[in-house]
Nanobody, 119 residues
Framework: QVQLVESGGGLVQSGESLRLECLVA????????LAWYRQPPGKQRELVAS???????NYAPSVNGRFTIARDSRKWTVSLQMNSLKPEDTAVYYC?????????????WGRGTQVTVAS
């Protein structure tokens, strides 16, 4: 069974930093694509950053240069370092994993962690 558990959210001031971490419980970590999504209040969920099994990364234009995604295959975690936070970064952040399970593509989600950036 695969479980994703996020941690590290909170309330910060504009310009400050936060680091989110997601623990992936399961044995498909090394072949999975991992990602962080966010859902601002009243808006749709959007991709923030992703990292594949070859450590290739992709970022939304709004966070490029400020956020860094990384994976640690020893700890089975994926992190999101968020610097120079802005009020518009306020959202619930979700950890996501895409992988093939018994030959079929599957997607898994964490429950989310709230990030609030005060101006």
């Amino acid at each position: 069974q695969v479980q994703l558990v996020e941690s590290g959210g909170g309330l910060v001031q504009s310009g400050e930093s936060l680091r989110l971490e997601c623990l992936v419980a399961g044995n498909i970590f090394n072949t999975a694509t991992l990602a962080w999504y966010r859902q601002p209040p009243g808006k749709q969920r959007e991709l923030v950053a992703s990292i594949d099994s070859a450590d290739s990364t992709n970022y939304a234009p709004s966070v490029n240069g400020r956020f860094t995604i990384a994976r640690d295959s020893r700890k089975w975690t994926v992190s999101l370092q968020m610097n120079s936070l802005k009020p518009e970064d306020t959202a619930v952040y979700y950890c996501n994993m895409g992988a093939f399970v018994y030959g079929s593509p599957r997607e898994f989600w964490g429950r989310g962690t709230q990030v609030t950036v005060a101006s």
